[in-house]
């Protein structure tokens, strides 16, 4: 099992959140309902708090941690890439940080913003609700547009049902030694909103 409790404090995780076995959770950890955390993540509840409010994914390599006395709060619906680096900030509502991007100590991400892939937010850092930020260090690029946001927003939603689906489904198995002839595909819903998003791009 992925957990750890340290000085007596344990994790604590609602039935209905998915932490996958190679995952790491340890300490004062508190993940909310719907949540799904993947593989290799790494939530360090060691030093400060990390709180996941409901239905909050943490994807593949991430690492969350904070300095001592620090909260590291991801809230509502908050989408967290591969990869992605968040020590002891705050990521608000339906908020996503992008693939190997770093958020930095005391830093916050608005409501409904959007980090891109690989920025370095520093400390202290304060980002407004609806915006999209890049580059490094981070800078406010403009407010984000409604399709960028749906996408988003179907983005978090596909992970709310992996969540099911691997409670449900995921186990290990052996791997077969050639492909089925009649192999069956995902059958997951193609998004609109990704498509508008494409031709603004």
């Keep these: ?78 989408h967290i890439g591969h990869a992605a680096v968040l020590h002891g900030c705050t990521i608000r509502k339906n908020a996503l940080i992008g693939m190997n991007a770093v958020i930095m100590d005391n830093a916050v991400i608005g409501e409904n913003s959007i980090v891109a892939a690989c920025a370095f937010i520093k400390a202290g850092m304060i980002v407004a609700p609806r915006m999209l930020v890049a580059g490094i260090p981070g800078k406010i690029l403009r407010a984000l547009t409604k399709a960028e946001l749906n996408w988003k927003i179907e983005g978090t939603d596909l992970y709310k049902a992996l969540t099911v689906r691997s409670l449900n489904t ?32």
């Design 170 to 201: 995921l186990k290990p198995c052996i791997p077969l030694a050639k492909i089925e002839s009649n192999r069956k595909k995902f059958d997951l819903p193609i998004s609109k909103s990704l498509d508008k998003f494409k031709e603004q791009s």
């Design 1 to 78: 099992m992925p957990f750890y409790e340290i000085d007596g404090i344990k994790p604590v995780v609602h039935p209905t959140a998915y932490v996958h076995p190679e995952a790491v959770v340890i300490g004062d950890v508190h993940i909310g309902p719907n949540c799904y955390i993947a593989p290799f993540a790494a939530l360090r509840g060691d030093f400060g708090r990390i709180v996941l409010e409901a239905g909050v994914n943490i994807q593949d390599s991430c690492v969350l941690h904070g300095f001592p006395d620090t909260d590291t709060l991801i809230e509502e619906d908050g």
